[in-house]
């Protein structure tokens, strides 16, 4: 069995989800259809003519990618030029496009947490908020016999987080009141007799992002035909997700040494450094993508080095006069996201007992080369 194209999209957007991203992102599904069985994926950084190539060669039925292939509206569709000719040929092919781009930055285990993990980063926090989490209270009255069920599918559906501690409930023992109307058919009671029934008042929180997830399995494990429940936003706030990682290095190294962390850590032959190589590097940012305007923000947050890409020739040199290094292992280190989101992606079909296949794109979509 296949999974349809918003099961793998649902999947993906619990990832990274689309809230999210920064305002103004292109991101979600930028062409073609979800509407139909996806028997393969195929997880690229950029979408260009070669990807597009190679995923004609595998079939694949969706491209999931980090960068957009619509920057700006489009104001006319010129099949005789470079993007109309691409935007074409996935039209022709049925091949749909979904970005998931600064929503997979900032996602908890997402672009940024990858990067610093595979630099030896132990963050410490972000560089800059994006998105705190709305935290919502939900109630729900349930029959005794029901409560642990119901109990249970809440909590395990992902409500009940209070800082480090999880599966945080109260729960009350009352009455419930209710005479079922005509043509109704309760679990409890006769229609148009009053019941009384022992039932359970059960309170938790639920984060934003699996507000819906929780409420449906509520629904799912409630014996009632008509549920009693309420949901209702509260002032304090959960989580904050931002852009950015910043920690201590799990050792301490030189710049020189660290540089070389960085080439293996993110599969690059290249790097461009600003900043004294013997220098003692204990406390480490990194940002996926364009970090020049994080520079500053990497020195207040104690960094002794900021790893990101498209450092311009002034920013350097702001730098060094601030006295913090960078290293520039280029955007296409980013490409980290292709074997990690395939990875993800592979488990949740595979959960769902889908067979459709997911492909990590070989092409090297860097559009520079070092000489």
């Known amino acids: ?36 069985e996806i028997k393969s994926i195929l997880v690229a950084l950029d979408v260009n003519d070669e990807v597009v190539e190679e995923a004609i060669r595998i079939k694949a039925d969706l491209i999931i990618a980090h960068h957009a292939i619509i920057f700006r509206p489009l104001k006319a569709l010129n099949t005789d030029q470079p993007a109309g000719r691409l935007y074409e040929k996935l039209i022709k092919n049925d ?63 992902g409500a009940g987080h209070i800082g480090n501690y999880s599966h945080c409930s109260f729960n009350i023992d009352g009455y419930g009141t209710f005479v079922p109307g005509k043509g109704t058919q309760p679990f409890l009671g006769e229609p148009g007799k009053m019941e009384r029934s022992e039932e359970v008042r059960i309170e938790t929180i639920v984060p934003q992002g699996v507000r819906n997830k929780v409420v449906q399995a509520m629904l799912k494990a409630h014996p009632y035909e008509e549920v009693a429940y309420d949901l ?43 900043g004294d190589l013997d220098r003692r590097i204990k406390k480490a940012a990194v940002l996926g993508g364009s970090g020049s305007r994080y ?28 006295g913090i290094a960078i290293i520039d292992p280029g955007h296409n280190a980013e490409k980290i996201m292709k074997p990690k989101t395939a990875e993800w992606m592979r488990k949740r079909l595979a959960e769902g007992r889908y067979s459709t296949e997911v492909y990590v794109s070989e092409v090297d979509t860097d559009p520079f080369q070092f000489l």
């Open 1 to 36: 069995m296949f999974a349809k194209g918003q099961t793998v999209i649902s999947y993906m957007e619990q990832l990274a989800p689309k809230y999210l991203a920064v305002p103004d992102d292109r991101i979600g599904l930028q062409l073609g259809s979800l509407q139909k």
């Open 95 to 157: 091949i749909a496009v979904y970005i998931s781009h600064t929503n997979l930055d900032t996602a908890e285990d997402g672009m940024n947490d990858w990067m610093a993990e595979a630099l030896g980063i132990q963050s410490e926090g972000t560089l800059e908020d994006v998105h705190t989490e709305q935290l919502f209270k939900l109630v729900v009255f349930v029959p005794k016999t029901h409560h642990q069920r119901v109990l249970d599918a809440v909590l395990n559906a």
């Open 232 to 274: 209702y936003s509260m002032d304090l706030k959960g989580r904050t997700f931002g852009l950015g990682r910043v920690g201590k290095l799990k050792e301490a190294r030189t710049l020189r040494e660290f540089v070389d962390v960085v080439k293996n850590g993110l599969n690059v032959e290249h790097v461009r450094v600003v």
């Open 295 to 322: 520079v500053n923000k990497s020195l207040f947050k104690g960094a002794d080095v900021l790893v990101t890409g498209d450092i311009d020739y002034h920013t350097a040199h702001d730098a060094l006069m601030a």
